[in-house]
């Protein structure tokens, strides 16, 4: 199911839904652009965000435009053990469910 020329559809989702594809546009220009928080640290999330939500896309296009903001193998290795620990510790909260 995941072949990054499906991005290429994103031109036809756009004549499609022209509306709401230029507000997500916009809103996602807004939130990566730099502000208080550095486009490297941005992206970083970006990719901790992407491993936990598993999306193939998000996960090789921001890491590809993390380390164009200058982040190194070895950030992004912790920013995916960072999202593993969220991951492993979201199982473990909601493990207490689970208890009588």
Request: with cysteine.
């Amino acid at each position: 199911m995941y072949d990054m020329a499906n991005i290429k559809k994103l031109k036809t989702l756009k004549e499609l839904a022209p509306d709401g594809m230029a507000a997500f546009a916009a809103f996602d220009a807004a939130a990566m652009a730099a502000g208080a928080i550095p486009v490297k640290y941005k992206e970083l999330m970006a990719v901790a965000v992407a491993l936990t939500t598993q999306c193939p896309y998000c996960i090789e296009i921001h890491a590809k435009k993390a380390r164009a903001a200058g982040c190194t193998d070895a950030e992004l290795a912790e920013a995916g053990l960072v999202a593993a620990a969220l991951r492993a510790g979201g199982a473990i909260t909601h493990a207490t469910h689970a208890l009588g």
